[in-house]
Structures are given as structure tokens and as C-alpha cells.
């Protein structure tokens, strides 16, 4: 699972016909969303719950925090919305799915049940 950055870079490079210019370890095991924002790349561990912001030159952690929710989910997906500088994690649990909003720091702000009513 660490080389999955390898993987992500090597499908992307591939569909778009360019060459790889770099490859970074993944800095957790179960990594389940990448994003891109504030430059730097980001990644979400769907087993410790962890979220990284990397060097995208080095893969270096520059920070992390712990990735809380209030409804038990299953880490899915990540994003970052530049406009707010806000880190947005995805998650599910049963049938619905939540996004949790961060700061770019790690605080938490909120989350959205994108199924419920």
C-alpha cells in the first residue's frame, strides 16, 4: 500500500501520455484520498484516521491531524477547496455518506450528511 502514490502517478501519467517525474512513498499504509491545495499534496489514511499535507517534491509530512468524526465512517475520499483553504473529507456509514470540513490546519468545522434529510 505505500507505493499507491506510485500507482496514482503512473495511471495519471499514463492517461495523459506524459512521463513520470517523480514517485513518493505513501506516509501511512491504507491511504484512501489524495487532494492537491495550498501546494502541496494531501492524503487521507483510511485506517488511522490521519490526514497528511506532503512536501510534493520530497513526500516530507509538513503536518498532519487526526481526522474525527462524530458518526463512525469508513474514510473514502478527499478534497480542498482553495477558495476556503478547508481540507473536505468523505466517509460512509450504512448508506450515507458525510464530508467532513477541516481548516487547513486541522480544526474541525462541520460536517454535511449528503443522504439525510
Not at 514517485?23 to 502541496?40: K, V
Not at 455518506?97 to 450528511?113: L, P, Q
Request: hydrophobic share 40%.
Amino acid at each position: 500500500m505505500r507505493k499507491i502514490l506510485f500507482l496514482l502517478f503512473t495511471i495519471a501519467a499514463a492517461a495523459s501520455a506524459k512521463s513520470i517525474v517523480a514517485t513518493l512513498d505513501a506516509p501511512d499504509t491504507n491511504i484512501s484520498g489524495l487532494a492537491w491545495g495550498d501546494g502541496s499534496l494531501w492524503a487521507l489514511d483510511a485506517l488511522t484516521d490521519s490526514v497528511y499535507k506532503l512536501n510534493p517534491e520530497t513526500g516530507a509530512i509538513i503536518s498532519s491531524f487526526y481526522f474525527t468524526h462524530p458518526v463512525t465512517t469508513i474514510p473514502t475520499g478527499l478534497a480542498y477547496f482553495e477558495s476556503q483553504n478547508m481540507v473536505l473529507c468523505g466517509g460512509w456509514h450504512d448508506t450515507n455518506g458525510y464530508v467532513y470540513k477541516y481548516t487547513h490546519e486541522g480544526s474541525y468545522i462541520g460536517m454535511v450528511d449528503m443522504c439525510g434529510g
